[in-house]
Nanobody
Framework: QVQLVESGGGLVQAGGSLRLSCAAS????????MGWFRQAPGKEREFVSA????????YYTDSVAGRFTISRDNAENTVYLQMNSLKHEDTAVYYC??????????????????WGQGTQVTVSS
């Protein structure tokens, strides 16, 4: 069982930056694939980024590639999402997610077993 707690959300002007953190409980954190998803009002939850357990590979949805960076510190059981050049359309509740191993379809929310409570990111235009 893994518990995930996100932090770092807030209100920022367009063009600004935020760094989200997701702290995980439990041991063997490096056995878990970690993902970031977001959900805007009235929209479905969508994939943002994912990282393998050993941080060897990272993936991004096209709309954030080049602006967002996912990373993880397995010694600290924490995954991060550095968000730069934020746009109004990045406004959403951001969730981190985890699962053991690597999901067959890492962009699908249903592939992840554990979820945080979410943190609000609001980008003013």
């Amino acid at each position: 069982q893994v518990q995930l707690v996100e932090s770092g959300g807030g209100l920022v002007q367009a063009g600004g930056s935020l760094r989200l953190s997701c702290a995980a409980s439990g041991r063997t954190f490096n056995n878990y694939a970690m993902g970031w998803f977001r959900q805007a009002p009235g929209k479905e939850r969508e994939f943002v980024s994912a990282v393998t357990g050993n941080a060897g590979s990272t993936y991004y949805t096209d709309s954030v590639a080049g602006r967002f960076t996912i990373s993880r510190d397995n010694a600290e059981n924490t995954v991060y999402l550095q968000m730069n050049s934020l746009k109004h359309e990045d406004t959403a509740v951001y969730y981190c997610a985890a699962r053991v191993g690597w999901p067959r379809t890492f962009r699908a929310p249903t592939e992840y077993n554990y979820w945080g409570q979410g943190t609000q990111v609001t980008v003013s235009s």
